[in-house]
Each structure stands twice: as C-alpha cells, then as structure tokens.
C-alpha cells in the first residue's frame, strides 16, 4: 500500500487565496486594510527569513504589514513598550512577536504583554485558557493548520484513535486539546513515554511534532493511519556540504503503510503562514465589530 499524499502546499494555497478575498471585502465594509504587525529583536538568519516571508506573504493577502526591526541589545522595556503601542493602534489587528527572543529577556512576559485580542499567534496564556475550556480565542497557527488538513482529509474525527508526539505549548499541547474538541480519543506522548511505538501503533491518528528527524518507523505504524508530519529537521545531504530537510517520520517507510502522510516540506510547514493570515483576519473582523462566519474560513 502507498499512502495517498496530504498537499500542505496546495490546501494553504486555497487558505491564501480564500483569506485575500476575505480582507478585500473586510477592506470596503471597514474602510480600512487588516493590519499585521511583526516585531523581530536581533538577527537571527531562520528569524529574519520567517519575518520577511510572514511581510510578504500580509501583502500578497491584501493585508497591511508592519514590522518592528529592533537590535539584539534592546532592553526588554522598551520591547514591551512597542508592544503596548501596537496594542493601542487602531490599525494592527493582529501582533507577531517573532520567537525565540534574545537571552536576557523573559519570553512569557513579552507574550503576556500583546493584548490577548491581538494574539493571532495563540501562544497568550488567556488564548491558552480559552482552548483549554472551549471558548472562542486564537489557536497556534500550526496545530490549527494540522487540524484543517486532517479534517479536509477524514471528515468527522470523532471517535478516532489519536497519538500527539510532542508536549510543547507551541503544537504539541494545542494539538491534543484540538483533537480533544473533535471527539478523539487523545494521547499526548514525550520523551518519557513508556514504549513509544506500542502506543503510536493503536492510533489512527499520528501526529509528530518532536524535533528528532525521520523517528516515527514504519512498523509504529497502524495500517491505513493518517499520519502529520510537523518536525523540520535539517540533515546532510548526500551531497558533499549540503542539507535537505526531513521530519519527524520515516516518510519512505511510513509511507507504505499509512492510508494518508504530509511530505516534508510541502506539508505542515505552508499552512502555518495561511492560518496566520486566516488569524488576522478574524481578529479585524472582531475588533471591527464585524461578522465573519466559521462557515468562511
Ligand atoms: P519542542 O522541542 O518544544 O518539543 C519537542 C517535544 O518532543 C517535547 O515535548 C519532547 O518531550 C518531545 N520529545 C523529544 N524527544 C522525544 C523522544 N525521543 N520521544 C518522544 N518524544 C520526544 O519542539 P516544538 O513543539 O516547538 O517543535 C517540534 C517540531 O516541529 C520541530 O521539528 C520544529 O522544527 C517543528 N515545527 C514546525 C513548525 C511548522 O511550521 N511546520 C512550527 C513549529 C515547530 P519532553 O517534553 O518530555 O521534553
């Protein structure tokens, strides 16, 4: 068996596309562009090509973008104080605080600082909250997207079997409470998990969001499981002083047995971007007093 392959790519092409047209007409009805604003502190080089793809990819959504580009010595002070003004501005909807932040600042209390109404990226312990107990809020962009891709691909989930590989507060954890609100069955497995492979292999639903490249094997697998790749690991490449990317699963293996597996890249990796997109422009609908139904986006 070859597993039918999930196309992160081309779903968040039709997100993209579907979201532009929505803050176009968010645009004639509030007289003004959603607007994204993403604050990176210092020079990080994987930080500045997010920064710079997030900016690009406002615009293309007809979207406004503002950045922040503030050096790697900035008192966490006066990160907070750009922060509180971009709360204020009428015209930010949404607030990106590029991650992770130089060393001698507190990173919870930078995300404490956004206005939990403008944290398009969910990581605000209030958006948190709200996941947690099934109220409205904004959900991390990659777990949301991993959800929209299983949904597109398995209709209703209730019922099924799920095992998330990974407990972060990024993807891990917002993960297993999305699946959770879907009606699976959920397990959260870590590094101190007990024979791992015996408890992907009851799952029907695999999600790998670890950081170790191609761990999950073929024979973890159940047959005819959906599997979600979220790991980017970048590995030598056959050719001398190159690297390619892989992810968490063994996508060669896997891939005979699953009944459906995300590639990486061209998986999990786009959808993040479009449902960052996708939070922005709910949050300009709320804080515009706006309808946008779930049935839209
Ligand atoms: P973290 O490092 O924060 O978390 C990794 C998790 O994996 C931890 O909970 C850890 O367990 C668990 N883990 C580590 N080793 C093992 C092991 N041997 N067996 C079982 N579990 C293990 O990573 P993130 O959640 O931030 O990211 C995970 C991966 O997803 C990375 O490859 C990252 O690059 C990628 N990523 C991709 C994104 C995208 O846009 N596609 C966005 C965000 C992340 P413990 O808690 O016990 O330490």
Redesign the pocket.
């Known amino acids: 068996m070859t597993a039918a392959v999930i196309d992160g790519k081309a779903f968040a092409a039709t997100l993209r596309a579907r979201v532009g047209d929505l803050a176009r007409a968010f645009e004639d009805k509030a007289g003004r562009k959603a607007g994204l604003a993403v604050v990176l502190v210092g020079e990080d080089p994987a930080s500045q090509v997010y920064v710079r793809s997030k900016g690009k990819s406002t615009l293309e959504a007809g979207m406004a973008s503002f950045e922040h580009k503030l050096p790697a010595d900035t008192a966490e002070a006066d990160l907070l104080a750009v922060v509180e003004k971009l709360n204020a501005d009428p015209a930010v909807d949404g607030i990106l605080v590029q991650l992770p932040l130089p060393r001698h600042m507190d990173e919870q209390k930078v995300i404490a600082a956004i206005a939990p109404d403008k944290d398009v990226d969910g990581f605000h312990v209030i958006n948190a909250g709200r996941l947690a107990v099934g109220q409205p809020g904004f959900v991390p962009?990659?777990p949301l997207?991993c959800l929209m891709l299983l949904k597109d691909k398995l209709g209703s989930l209730s019922g099924l079997d799920a095992v998330v590989?990974?407990?972060?507060?990024?993807?891990?954890k917002p993960m297993a409470q999305l699946l959770l609100a879907e009606s699976c069955t959920v397990t959260i497995?870590?590094?101190?998990?007990k024979d791992?492979p015996e408890v992907v292999r009851r799952a029907d639903i695999v999600v790998?969001?670890?950081?170790?490249p191609e761990?999950v094997k073929a024979d973890w697998i159940k047959p005819g499981a959906t599997v979600i790749d979220?790991?980017?690991?970048r590995v030598p490449a056959a050719e001398e002083g190159k690297t390619r990317l892989v992810?968490?699963v063994d996508y060669a293996g896997v891939s005979q047995v699953a009944g459906a597996i995300t590639p990486v890249p061209g998986?999990?990796?786009p959808?993040?971007i479009a449902v960052l997109l996708r939070n922005t422009l709910v949050a300009a609908h709320r804080n515009a007093g706006l309808e946008l139904s779930a049935d839209a986006i």
């Open positions: 962009c990659t997207g590989i990974g407990r972060s507060n990024i993807v891990g497995a870590h590094s101190r998990t791992l790998a969001a670890v950081g170790r761990m979220v790991g980017i690991n992810g968490d998986g999990v990796g959808m993040t």
